[in-house]
């Protein structure tokens, strides 16, 4: 079961999202909540290139 590993930009902590508990808002954005502070966070999806389909990681 594939996982989304993240650093939230509220509290600088790495957390581990489950597949089954990301939220696609709209085709091009998910919505997570971070599980240590409990943000919402908007993560915007790369639609083109070699990585097209994954998560933009804040590069």
Known sequence: M???VR???KCSLLFWIPE???VY???N????ICTHCKQVLRIPMITQG???GSPKMGH
């Open 2 to 4: 594939p996982m989304l």
């Open 25 to 27: 808002s709209d085709p």
């Open 50 to 52: 070699a990585n097209a």
């Open 7 to 9: 650093k939230c930009p």
């Open 20 to 22: 089954q508990d990301i």
């Open 29 to 32: 954005t998910m919505k997570v």
